[in-house]
């Protein structure tokens, strides 16, 4: 299973239904902060990663490709 298909997983245990062929915005699905921070424990637990603060950044995590990169990046730092 991809890294991007192990994402789209994380978000449908979330209750997040999304299609992993097409970029979305992260703010389309995700209306609360409760509901940022699950998605960002649920995706540190999977990976076995910590999400560093700069990643928080309004700018950093705008849409699932944007997500799957910083994936991608933390994953193959540790």
């Known amino acids: 299973m991809t ?3 192990r994402i789209i997983e994380c978000l449908n245990h ?3 239904l999304c299609d992993a062929e097409s970029n979305f915005l992260l703010s389309d ?3 609360d902060s409760l509901l940022f921070v699950s ?3 649920e995706i540190e637990q999977e990976f076995g990663i910590e999400i560093p603060d700069e990643y928080f950044q309004p700018d950093r995590l705008i849409s699932f490709s944007d997500l799957v990169e ?3 990046t ?3 730092t540790k």
């Open 3 to 5: 890294d991007k298909n």
């Open 14 to 16: 979330l209750g997040i």
């Open 29 to 31: 699905i995700i209306d």
């Open 39 to 41: 998605m960002i424990v």
């Open 70 to 72: 910083m994936v991608n």
């Open 74 to 76: 933390l994953s193959s």
